[in-house]
């Protein structure tokens, strides 16, 4: 099999992730969970795109997942492309776009912790610099790189918690859980249902994924 017919095979990966995270978001009023990374706050935030085929529904706002336009796009069969979504978490906010064709994130918008005005004083202090010649071309400042590599190890944390919801999305998907549990939650939620009990989903999906309950 070519690896374009592969990638097209298994395109509804993303978009059932997608689903997944939506669902879950509204289930649990946007308070998720890793064993990594413990409760952390995820919804859908600013945009969100649900096609099926050609026909494209682009919905934007605030809270555009509640719209009564996105659940009739789902009963229309349609699934999600392109997600806003706002993370909270260890009492930092931010926000990305998540796309289900190649699971990549887009326009993260970090914090910096660092540029804060209540940011911790450091462990050791930095002995003055010497003065430059006219000539020498200033560095960037300490100040600057420690923003900087401080906004990546930030990225990088958000990575790994998309990570590691995808891998908990896999495990139900590919178990025995997702065609008990997990598909018959999804299609009555997507129904506009309000029987699916979270507690029960929670216990049993809980116990799939391999998490111990408090």
């Known amino acids: 099999m070519q690896l374009v017919d592969r990638i097209e095979k298994r395109r509804f990966v993303g978009r059932e992730l997608l689903l997944w995270l939506w669902f879950e978001s509204e289930l649990f009023e946007g308070t998720l969970s890793t064993r990594e990374h413990g409760e952390f706050g995820l919804w859908i935030e600013r945009q969100l795109t649900i096609s099926s ?13 509640g719209s009564r336009e996105a659940k009739e796009a789902l009963l229309l069969g349609k699934l999600p492309e392109v997600f806003g979504m706002h993370l909270s978490w260890r009492e930092r906010e931010c926000n990305f776009v998540l796309k ?7 326009g993260l918008s970090l914090p910096t912790v660092l540029g804060a005005e209540d940011a911790p004083a450091p462990l050791l202090d930095r002995p003055t610099p010497r003065k430059r010649k006219k000539a020498e071309s200033p560095d960037p400042s300490d100040a600057e790189h420690e923003v900087f590599y401080e906004r ?10 998309v990570e590691a919801l995808f891998r908990d999305f896999l495990t139900l998907r590919l178990g025995p859980a997702w065609d008990t549990l997990v598909a018959p939650a999804l299609k009555a939620w997507s129904r506009g249902d309000d029987g699916v009990d979270a507690d029960a989903y929670r216990k049993v999906r809980d116990a799939a994924l391999g998490k111990k309950r408090r």
């Open 53 to 65: 085929g050609k026909e494209v529904t682009r919905i934007k706002g605030g809270y555009p997942a």
């Open 100 to 106: 289900a064709e190649t699971l990549s994130l887009a």
């Open 152 to 161: 990546m190890m930030l990225a990088r944390e958000v990575e790994g918690l």
